[in-house]
């Protein structure tokens, strides 16, 4: 090809906009339905939260005696004891306090533990796996054998027994969280690094004079962006249900804030009196459960299209 | 087999090791010391309780006499609960948290290869989607969400069909009776039956395309006995591989289940000792469950090697 050949096409070629790996992939994200009504929900759920102040007039721990444990005055069940009337939405709990606003303050609560953790795992399993997929040999032999060890380890328990001595201090919980989450997202870097360490592209780097750390930031850690992005979005579920669940044991989240655990527990204790008090944490937890595996599973095909 | 099995047992030492190390030295971090109260006691009093229990002399001598006694199967008194040392407070626990986990295991298995052969079956038709979606609810909706509206009805609203008039008791023991084991059972099995049934529609998939399959069908085998002698075989192995992780969730399961059902199990044991600060209690349960859950990958890990003819046991 000649030079002037090749100069025009180049010319040509610049006026085609060309589509990025991520134009192409959300594109498929926007048309898989399940994962786009997933994101629309889950866009609400957290609007709802963000903004949940500005939506009732009722503060999340204030108290109103004249209306303990009742339902919502849309609730139609005759053995209902009284109504809560007003801008009580979901109902009042026990200590007459306003559901609406408390389930939308355990929002806040799990979506900030979700995130918080999920970065905290995120940063400490891409470090871990790359430079154990990067040096190789040995000293990968050595650190993926550490995180074997762990894997065995019965990671709640030891959150648990973080939590009791500690004296629940719930940002050590957010920390703790992320810390057990670390080990799965190490691997699938460590994986990932491993075959792209053997691509052209990194020995043209290595040749050029790029230095280990220099590659390792330039090249390896945007290359693994995908797979720990899907990973990212399955794991804030998997924290959310862990700080719920020690949550619900009493474990986690203390008096008089909130979360969805705390309100399924106080709401399973009075589930023949005041149903409502389990009902509406349980479905906006399950929904944004449902919500976060849907758009990882969406991701999945998105990003990796071939896994199909 | 017999080395491979001593090196798998041998290598499980050491991180039995670490949890112990690890379980002992974070309970030390806990400020505070157990005996402390409201009153004050004399010092010499204190001094005496406190030798009684070892706690004047260095930590490592302290954590030395901890493992020392760990290996007789001792693991120390309770703090809160006087007159009682951990390991009779586990004694009584076990039974009970051991019938919920077995039978939850058993019903999940059953239950979980079942519906996952019927999806595998039925690829991309009715019946997969009706299974797998099934399975979505399962993995996603957690045990403290499903506890209680289940308990809700069928203990409190009570189940009438047929004339008869079904409700079952939604919370305590009495003795292990069948009535009062359905609902905490079920719980615990749901998502297990869930992320089985997954596991097998993948593997029971990939049996019914393999050659040993085609060739079976080819000499003319009756499809039933395909699915049952050759392909439902090969799809249960990699299950025994899930045994462990398994044994895991169960436990973690049971720790809610018998709060909610008010079981008197080792879960309830340990959330209570970890409400009451009960330090010893903590750290001995969580000692014990990390040897069953090793203990059980363990067992799995072999048991996959010996049903396996394609692992060999070279070297």
């Not at chain 1, 719930?170 to 080990?183: D, N, P, S, T």
């Not at chain 1, 023949?272 to 599973?297: H, K």
């Not at chain 2, 996603?140 to 047929?162: E, K, N, S």
Request: charged content about 15%.
């Amino acid at each position: 090809m000649t030079h002037a050949a090749t100069a025009d096409l180049m010319q040509r070629a610049q006026g085609v906009k060309g589509r990025s790996l991520w134009v192409d992939a959300s594109r498929r994200l926007v048309r898989n339905k399940a994962a786009l009504v997933s994101m629309i929900v889950l866009g609400i759920i957290t609007l709802l939260a963000i903004f949940a102040p500005l939506l009732s007039p009722y503060a999340y721990d204030y108290q109103d005696y004249s209306v303990v444990s009742c339902g919502p005055d849309w609730w139609h069940d005759p053995s209902i004891v009284c109504h809560a009337g007003g801008s009580h939405w979901f109902g009042t709990d026990s200590l007459g306090r306003d559901l609406f606003v408390r389930v939308l303050y355990g929002a806040r609560v799990s979506m900030a533990v979700g995130l918080v953790a999920s970065i905290v795992s995120l940063m400490i399993g891409v470090v871990y796996g790359a430079t154990a997929g990067f040096f190789g040999g040995r000293i990968d032999e050595l650190m993926m054998r550490f995180v074997d060890i762990l894997y065995s380890l019965p990671f709640i328990f030891f959150v648990i027994i973080l939590m009791v001595i500690s004296n629940n201090n719930f940002i050590l919980l957010f920390v703790a969280i992320g810390a057990v989450q670390w080990l799965t997202m190490a691997r699938i870097v460590r994986g990932q690094t491993l075959s792209l360490k053997q691509t052209e592209f990194i020995e043209a780097a290595r040749a050029s004079g790029v230095g280990t750390f220099g590659i390792i930031r330039r090249h390896i850690v945007p290359n693994v962006v995908g797979p720990v992005i899907i990973y990212m979005t399955l794991s804030i579920p998997a924290v959310i249900l862990a700080e719920s669940f020690l949550s619900f044991l009493g474990l986690g989240i203390q008096p008089p804030y909130t979360s969805w655990g705390v309100l399924i527990a106080e709401g399973s204790d009075v589930l023949e009196i005041a149903p409502w008090m389990l009902v509406f944490p349980a479905a906006f937890m399950a929904i944004t459960l449902f919500c976060f595996n849907f758009i990882g599973d969406g991701l999945r095909d998105a990003l990796d299209p071939k896994d199909r | 087999m017999l080395s491979y099995a001593i090196r798998r047992v041998l290598g499980a030492i050491p991180t039995l090791l670490i949890i112990v190390t690890l379980a002992f030295f974070m309970m030390h971090l806990a400020p505070g010391g157990p005996f402390d109260s409201q009153r004050r006691l004399p010092p010499e009093i204190e001094k005496n309780i406190e030798a009684a229990y070892n706690l004047d002399k260095p930590v490592y001598q302290q954590y030395l006499i901890y493992v020392g006694r760990l290996m007789h199967g001792d693991f120390g008194p309770s703090i809160k609960n006087k007159d009682f040392t951990v390991s009779q407070l586990i004694g009584v626990g076990l039974p009970v948290s051991m019938r919920l986990g077995i039978s939850a295991m058993l019903l999940a298995i059953v239950f979980g290869t079942t519906l996952g052969a019927v999806a595998a079956l039925n690829q991309n038709r009715g019946g997969d989607f009706t299974v797998m979606a099934f399975a979505m609810a399962g993995i996603t909706i957690p045990t403290f969400v499903t506890a209680p509206i289940l308990a809700l009805i069928f203990g409190v609203y009570g189940l009438h069909v047929f004339g008869a008039d079904i409700t079952l008791p939604v919370g305590g023991w009495d003795g292990g009776k069948l009535a009062n084991m359905i609902l905490p059972v079920t719980v615990l099995a749901l998502p297990q039956i869930a992320i089985i049934s997954r596991l097998m529609r993948g593997s029971m998939i990939e049996a019914m395309h393999s050659n040993y399959v085609r060739t079976a069908r080819a000499k003319g085998l009756p499809s039933h006995l395909v699915i049952v002698r050759h392909a439902l075989r090969a799809a249960m192995l990699p299950l025994v591989s899930y045994l462990g992780p398994a044994t895991a969730d169960i436990v973690t399961g049971s720790l809610v289940v018998e709060q909610i059902f008010g079981l008197p199990g080792i879960g309830r044991y340990f959330v209570l000792s970890a409400l009451n600060r009960d330090y010893t209690l903590v750290m001995g349960v969580v000692i014990f469950y990390a040897a069953i859950i090793i203990a059980l990958n363990l067992v799995a890990d072999l048991l996959y090697r010996v049903l396996d003819p394609r692992v060999s046991f070279g070297k």
